[in-house]
C-alpha cells in the first residue's frame, strides 16, 4: 500500500472547514494534556460539542439528514457550551435541575447523544439506552423486584446531564483523555510512511514461507491492528495489499477472506490500544494500564499463533505457496519504512515504561514525533503536496474517528447511568446468580451468549462496556479476579466480528474478494477458533494474565494453552483421522481442565 497516495482518501470530499475543524479537535485533546487540570465539566462538553458535526453532519448523505443534522448540531454544541460555561453554578447543584430550561437543556444534551449515535453505527445501542432511559423515568410502575421506587424528574435528567456522571461521567472522562489521543496516533502513523513499514516488515519475516501471503496478513494485521483498535479499518487497510497477494498466488478465496477478516479481528484484543478496551478497563476495574496491557499480551500473542498454526495445517491440503520474490521488499526498504512506526513506538514504550509517564502523555510525545516523520518519505524527501496531503489525512481521519467513539463512550454512558441511579445492574446481577445456581461455569455461559447477543449489534466496546457492568458483579462475586472478569468479557464481545449472523469482519474481506460471505464465516471460525477456546483458558489457566508478576509461570501457562490450541486447530482444519479428532478433543480438553503451571 502506498500511504502517501491513499492517505488522503475518505469516505467523502471534504472542504477547508472540515480540515480545520479536525485540527482544532486535535489542538483540543494535546492542549488538555499538556496544560494540567481543566474542569470536567468543561472539558467533557467540549470534547462532545466537538465530535457532533462530525457525527451529525460530516457524514451525512442526503440533504434532509445534513438539515436535521445542523439544527441538531447547533442545538447540541449549545447545551455543550452552556454546560462549560457554567459548570461552577452546576457544581453546586448536586445533579439536580432548578428551573424549566435547564430540564430543556437535559432532553436536548440526552436527544442529541441519541442521534449521534444512531447516525454513528445505527440504531442498538441507542435503542438500549432509551429504553433505559423509559426505565427510570417509568420503571417504578413495574410490579416485582424488577421495579424501583422512582426517582424525581428533576433529580434523574440532573444526574445524566449536569453532574459528573451519565454523560460526563468517568467513561467520557476515558474517552476525552486518553482514547483520543491514542487514536489521533494512530490517525497519524497511518498518514505516513507507518502502514507500509507494516506490511514491509510481514513480508520480509514470513513472504517466503508456505502460507507466506496470508502469514503477511497475520504479522500486518497484528501490527497495524495495536495502532487501529477497530476490525473493519483493518480489513479494509491491510487487507488492500494481502487479499491481492492471496488470490493472485492461487488461494481459495473463501480462505484468503477468512485469514484476513480472523486477523484483523486479532487487532481488537493486541495492546496497546485494543480498540479503546484498555483504557476502559483502566476505569472499570481500577488496574493500571501498564498491568492491563501485561495481562492482555500474551493472551493476544496465543491468538495469533493459533491462526498461524491454523494456516499451516490449511497449506497440507491447498497449495499455499510463499511471496514471489518481486513482491518481496527489498532490505533497504524494509529498514527505512519500519523506522516511521519503530521510532513513535520506541518513544512510546520508553515514556510510559522508563519514564514512567501517563499513557496519554507517552502517546502525545510519541504523537509528536509520529507528526514529525509525515514531513519525509521512505527515501528521505521533502514534498510541500504530499505533506500537505498527509496532514490533511490527519485531521480529517482523527475527527471522524475520535467522534465516532464519542458518539459510542457518550451513549453507553447513559445505560451505565441509568443502572446506577436505578440499581437495575444489581438486579441483574442477581438474576444470572441465581440464573446459574451460584456457580462460576453456568455464569460464564450465560454472560458469555449476552456478549455474543450483544455485540452483533454494537461495537466492540459499547458491547464490553454493557455486559461487564451487569454481568461483571456477578463473574466477581463468584471468585473472579476483576480483571479476568473483565478480559473474559472483552474477548468474548469480539466474536461477532467472525460469528453469523452478524460478522462484520467477515462481510468486508468477503466483499473484498467476491466471495460468499457464509463459506468465509464457516472457515473463519475454523481458523479463529481462538478466540472462543482463550478466555475460557484464561478462566482455567489465571497465570496467562500474570506476565508482569509471574513471568515464568504465564510463559509455562502460554506454551501448555498454545499446544491444546494447536491440537485443536489442526483437528478442526487440517486432518481427518480418528486419532488426530481425538488429539484435538484432548486438546480443547487440556485447555480446561489441566492445572496451569505455577
Not at 114 to 120: K, N, Q, S, T, V
Not at 140 to 153: K, N
Not at 460 to 471: M, R
Not at 526 to 552: E, F, Q
Request: one cysteine or more; glycine letters at 10%; charged letters at 10%.
Amino acid at each position: 500500500m502506498d500511504s502517501v497516495e491513499d492517505a488522503p482518501s475518505i469516505a467523502r470530499p471534504a472542504s477547508v472547514g472540515w480540515v480545520v475543524l479536525g485540527a482544532v479537535t486535535i489542538c483540543f485533546h494535546l492542549v488538555l494534556i499538556f496544560s494540567g487540570l481543566v474542569p470536567n465539566l468543561v472539558a467533557r462538553p467540549l470534547h462532545m460539542a466537538l465530535a457532533l458535526p462530525w457525527v451529525l453532519v460530516f457524514a451525512t448523505v442526503s440533504s434532509t439528514a445534513r438539515l436535521s443534522g445542523w439544527a441538531l448540531t447547533i442545538a447540541g454544541v449549545g447545551a455543550c457550551m452552556w454546560i462549560a460555561a457554567n459548570q461552577s453554578m452546576l457544581g453546586d447543584q448536586y445533579g439536580f435541575l432548578e428551573s424549566d430550561f435547564q430540564i430543556a437543556i437535559a432532553f436536548t444534551l440526552l436527544a442529541t447523544v441519541l442521534e449521534a449515535a444512531r447516525r454513528a453505527i445505527g440504531w442498538p445501542l441507542p435503542l438500549v439506552a432509551l429504553l433505559s432511559l423509559l426505565y427510570g423515568l417509568f420503571g417504578q410502575y413495574i410490579p416485582g423486584e424488577f421495579g424501583h421506587s422512582g426517582t424525581p424528574l428533576k433529580s434523574f435528567l440532573g444526574t445524566l446531564t449536569i453532574a459528573e456522571g451519565g454523560i460526563w461521567g468517568s467513561l467520557t472522562g476515558i474517552s476525552v483523555s486518553v482514547v483520543a489521543i491514542f487514536v489521533i496516533f494512530g490517525a497519524v502513523l497511518n498518514a505516513g510512511e507507518a502502514g507500509q513499514g507494516f506490511m514491509n516488515v510481514a513480508a520480509a519475516a514470513a513472504g517466503r514461507l508456505k502460507g507466506g501471503a496470508a502469514k503477511v496478513s497475520i504479522i500486518s494485521s497484528a501490527l497495524f491492528g495495536s495502532i487501529s483498535g477497530s476490525a473493519s479499518a483493518n480489513v479494509a487497510s491491510t487487507g488492500a495489499i494481502t487479499l491481492p497477494a492471496m488470490t493472485k498466488l492461487g488461494y481459495p478465496k473463501r480462505l484468503a477472506a477468512a485469514v484476513e477478516a480472523v486477523a484483523s479481528s486479532g487487532g481488537q484484543i493486541m495492546p496497546p490500544l485494543m480498540g479503546a478496551g484498555a483504557f476502559v478497563m483502566v476505569e472499570l476495574t481500577g488496574v493500571p494500564y501498564v498491568d492491563i496491557i501485561a495481562a492482555a499480551f500474551l493472551p493476544a500473542v496465543l491468538f495469533f499463533t493459533v491462526v498461524w498454526v491454523g494456516i499451516n495445517a490449511y497449506a497440507r491440503h491447498h497449495e499455499l505457496r510463499g511471496m514471489n520474490d518481486s513482491d518481496k521488499p527489498a532490505l533497504r526498504a524494509v529498514v527505512v519504512t519500519s523506522a516511521f512506526f519503530l521510532v513513535p513506538f520506541t518513544i512510546l514504550l520508553w515514556a510510559m515504561f522508563a519514564v514512567g509517564f501517563t499513557p496519554q502523555y507517552a502517546a502525545c510525545l510519541a504523537l509528536l514525533a509520529g507528526a514529525c516523520m509525515l514531513l519525509i518519505d521512505g527515501q528521505f524527501t521533502f514534498d510541500w503536496v504530499r505533506t500537505k496531503a498527509r496532514f490533511e489525512s490527519v485531521c480529517l481521519n482523527a475527527g471522524k474517528q475520535v467522534s465516532m467513539i464519542a458518539a459510542i463512550i457518550l451513549c453507553a454512558s447513559i445505560i451505565i447511568g441509568v443502572l446506577s441511579i436505578t440499581g437495575l445492574g444489581v438486579k441483574i446481577t442477581s438474576l444470572i446468580l441465581s440464573g446459574s445456581g451460584g456457580l462460576l461455569w453456568p455464569s460464564l455461559l450465560l454472560t458469555a451468549i449476552a456478549c455474543l447477543v450483544l455485540g452483533m449489534e454494537v461495537p466492540t466496546t459499547a458491547a464490553y462496556v454493557i455486559c461487564v457492568s451487569v454481568a461483571g458483579p456477578a463473574l466477581i462475586q463468584l471468585g473472579l479476579d476483576p480483571l479476568q472478569a473483565h478480559l473474559f468479557v472483552f474477548w468474548f464481545a469480539l466474536l461477532s466480528t467472525i460469528t453469523p449472523p452478524v460478522c462484520g469482519a467477515v462481510f468486508i474481506s468477503a466483499g473484498m474478494v467476491e466471495e460468499n460471505w457464509l463459506k468465509v464465516a464457516l472457515t473463519a471460525m475454523a481458523l479463529g477458533v481462538g478466540l472462543y477456546l482463550i478466555p475460557l483458558g484464561m478462566i482455567a489457566n489465571p497465570d496467562i494474565l500474570a506476565l508482569k508478576t509471574n513471568p515464568t509461570g504465564a510463559t509455562l501457562t502460554f506454551i501448555q494453552l498454545a499446544i491444546g490450541l494447536a491440537a485443536v486447530s489442526f483437528g478442526l482444519i487440517g486432518y481427518t483421522k480418528f486419532w488426530h479428532r481425538a488429539l484435538a478433543i484432548c486438546g480443547g480438553a487440556s485447555i480446561i481442565f489441566a492445572p496451569a503451571f505455577v
